[in-house]
């Protein structure tokens, strides 16, 4: 949350994170303002629910106003400014979220399609209807492409919808929403701006579903008050993804991987690596070469094309991390690399831990920071049983020699999305999901899509029986 204390009333006060310096003043959405988009939103209904093809031109159409050369390189400026993606990476953001529009459109279709069969003498038809206006509550973390995953589905899918950004990126939030909105239609994406109490007051609206990514504990929040009425609820958690690096692993790339995926984004990544847990006859040289890697990583200004991490998000993402950093230490952690912090702004420099234990803050707690934490495990069964060992289940990744054996730990390891010797976000076409308290129903794939539906049956005579 923003420091309330310095905030004006009614108004979202941005900081640039690289320089600590303050970047702009965002109005807040008033309650009164809240109701009349969700109105607004519910009046546009009817005509958006009534054509496929017509919405998924309209949809396909948003995605080249934001890829357009100046639009494009206006809003990962942005990103960079409220948040601090280097600049190369907020451009990929934005390019590959909007990629992936026609895969959405594909699956959406196919999740629309009415189903038919029929048994005893009956029809029995399964249509799938949309579920009304939703609401999507997004992090700050992927500014786009994770809003753009739950405005297109739900979009595609026939509901209208309102879009709440996170208040540390309210400006990319509203850039995105007015490129996409513009020839929707009116009402048909709704934006409202602030933090938790406006987040809450959309939750408590008329509307029918939320379509959240975020923390668990705004995720429990959320649950809790969508009970009243019985919203439907999409909820894209945090994770403490594991990676397990077993004997036999290609230990340059498993290094590799470790090494870029912990510090990416400064770390702030919910499908990352959050522990590393090695097979101890490997340990050694595997910590050795994740230093050697970390020492490569480009830490500096973002909005430069060289740059490859950037600060974190704020000061207090910052505390959080060297907080669970004392805690290893206390706990006897090795500091393998130490990372010092940077002003002016809220840099974090890469971080190795070696000899983390499950006691630890670190081992148990998503960090959501630039540190690789490495565990020992003696063997197989007891590197799947720290992995297990967790309420998250999000992302895991498995590193061994290719084939049956590696495959089989992974298929032990319980995270709604695991990777084989590769990183492990969702192939296209797959859900994307979290596993425990990760997450609560998922996206993507036509199931994925069928979540922002309801299914109704209707039952008759088949024509013969009935004469
Ligand atoms: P957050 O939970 O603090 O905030 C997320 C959004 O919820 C913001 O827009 C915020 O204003 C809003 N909000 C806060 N309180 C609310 C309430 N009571 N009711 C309704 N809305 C409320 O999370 P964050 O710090 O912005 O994002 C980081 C978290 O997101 C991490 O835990 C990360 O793992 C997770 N995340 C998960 C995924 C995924 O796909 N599973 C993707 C990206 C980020």
């Given at each position: 949350m923003?420091?309330s204390?310095?905030?004006?009333?009614?108004?979202i006060?941005?900081?640039?994170?690289?320089?600590?310096?303050?970047?702009?003043?965002?109005?807040e959405s008033t309650p009164?303002q809240v109701k009349?988009v969700v109105?607004?939103?519910?009046?546009?209904?009817?005509?958006?629910?009534?054509?496929?093809?017509?919405?998924?031109?309209?949809?396909?159409?948003?995605?080249?106003?934001?890829?357009?050369?100046?639009?494009?390189?206006?809003?990962?400026?942005?990103?960079?400014?409220?948040?601090?993606?280097?600049?190369?990476?907020?451009?990929?953001?934005?390019?590959?979220?909007?990629?992936?529009?026609?895969?959405?459109?594909?699956?959406?279709?196919?999740?629309?399609?009415?189903?038919?069969?029929?048994?005893?003498?009956?029809?029995?038809?399964?249509?799938?209807?949309?579920?009304?206006?939703?609401a999507v509550i997004a992090?700050?973390?992927?500014?786009?492409?994770?809003?753009?995953?739950?405005?297109?589905?739900?979009?595609?899918?026939?509901?209208?919808?309102i879009?709440k950004p996170s208040e540390?990126?309210?400006?990319?939030?509203?850039?995105?929403?007015?490129?996409?909105?513009?020839?929707?239609?009116?009402?048909?994406?709704?934006?409202v701006q602030g933090g938790g109490a406006v987040g809450a007051a959309l939750v408590a609206s008329d509307v029918?579903?939320i379509?959240f990514?975020g923390s668990?504990a705004t995720g429990q929040a959320i649950m809790r008050e969508a009970a009243g009425s019985?919203k439907?609820l999409?909820l894209?958690?945090?994770?403490?993804?594991?990676?397990?690096?077993?004997?036999?692993?290609?230990?340059?790339?498993?290094?590799?991987?470790?090494?870029?995926?912990?510090?990416?984004?400064?770390?702030?990544?919910?499908?990352?690596?959050?522990?590393?847990?090695?097979?101890?006859?490997?340990?050694?040289?595997?910590?050795?070469?994740?230093?050697?890697?970390?020492?490569?990583?480009?830490?500096?200004?973002?909005?430069?094309?060289?740059?490859?991490?950037?600060?974190?998000?704020?000061?207090?993402?910052?505390?959080?991390?060297?907080?669970?950093?004392?805690?290893?230490?206390?706990?006897?952690?090795?500091?393998?690399?130490?990372?010092?912090?940077?002003?002016?702004?809220?840099?974090?420099?890469?971080?190795?831990?070696?000899?983390?234990?499950?006691?630890?803050?670190?081992?148990?707690?998503?960090?959501?920071?630039?540190?690789?934490?490495?565990?020992?495990?003696?063997?197989?069964?007891?590197?799947?049983?720290?992995?297990?060992?967790?309420?998250?289940?999000?992302?895991?990744?498995?590193?061994?020699?290719?084939?049956?054996?590696?495959?089989?730990?992974?298929?032990?390891?319980?995270?709604?999305?695991?990777?084989?010797?590769?990183?492990?976000?969702?192939?296209?076409?797959?859900?994307?999901?979290?596993?425990?308290?990760?997450?609560?129903?998922?996206?993507?794939?036509?199931?994925?899509?069928?979540?922002?539906?309801?299914?109704?049956?209707?039952?008759?005579?088949?024509?013969?029986?009935?004469?």
């Amino acid at each position: 949350m923003l420091p309330s204390m310095q905030t004006p009333a009614g108004m979202i006060r941005t900081v640039n994170p690289a320089t600590g310096a303050p970047l702009a003043e965002v109005p807040e959405s008033t309650p009164a303002q809240v109701k009349e988009v969700v109105a607004r939103a519910r009046a546009a209904r009817g005509s958006w629910a009534a054509d496929f093809e017509a919405r998924a031109r309209a949809l396909r159409a948003a995605t080249q106003r934001v890829t357009e050369a100046a639009a494009l390189e206006a809003l990962a400026r942005s990103i960079t400014a409220e948040m601090g993606k280097p600049i190369t990476e907020a451009r990929a953001e934005i390019r590959g979220a909007m990629s992936r529009i026609d895969g959405y459109i594909d699956r959406a279709r196919a999740a629309l399609a009415d189903e038919r069969g029929s048994e005893h003498g009956l029809d029995v038809v399964v249509s799938w209807r949309p579920l009304g206006v939703v609401a999507v509550i997004a992090p700050w973390n992927y500014p786009v492409a994770t809003p753009f995953n739950l405005l297109a589905a739900a979009l595609l899918t026939g509901n209208t919808a309102i879009f709440k950004p996170s208040e540390y990126t309210p400006q990319t939030g509203a850039t995105l929403h007015a490129l996409l909105a513009e020839g929707l239609g009116e009402g048909v994406l709704g934006l409202v701006q602030g933090g938790g109490a406006v987040g809450a007051a959309l939750v408590a609206s008329d509307v029918d579903m939320i379509a959240f990514t975020g923390s668990i504990a705004t995720g429990q929040a959320i649950m809790r008050e969508a009970a009243g009425s019985m919203k439907r609820l999409v909820l894209e958690l945090g994770g403490k993804d594991p990676m397990i690096v077993l004997p036999g692993a290609d230990l340059a790339a498993a290094a590799r991987h470790a090494a870029r995926e912990s510090v990416r984004n400064a770390g702030q990544v919910c499908v990352s690596v959050e522990r590393v847990i090695v097979h101890r006859d490997i340990a050694d040289e595997f910590t050795r070469r994740v230093a050697e890697e970390v020492a490569r990583v480009r830490v500096g200004a973002p909005e430069l094309e060289g740059t490859e991490m950037g600060p974190m998000v704020s000061e207090g993402q910052r505390a959080r991390v060297l907080a669970q950093l004392v805690d290893a230490r206390e706990k006897g952690a090795k500091f393998v690399v130490e990372g010092a912090c940077r002003g002016p702004g809220f840099f974090l420099e890469p971080t190795v831990l070696d000899d983390v234990t499950t006691d630890m803050i670190i081992a148990r707690e998503e960090t959501f920071g630039p540190v690789v934490a490495i565990e020992r495990a003696d063997d197989t069964e007891r590197a799947i049983a720290l992995a297990n060992d967790s309420h998250y289940g999000l992302g895991a990744s498995v590193w061994g020699p290719e084939g049956a054996e590696t495959e089989a730990v992974a298929d032990r390891v319980e995270a709604g999305m695991v990777g084989v010797n590769r990183g492990l976000s969702a192939a296209a076409g797959a859900p994307w999901v979290g596993w425990k308290m990760s997450g609560y129903g998922y996206t993507r794939s036509v199931a994925g899509m069928r979540q922002f539906l309801q299914p109704r049956s209707r039952t008759s005579k088949t024509h013969d029986a009935a004469r």
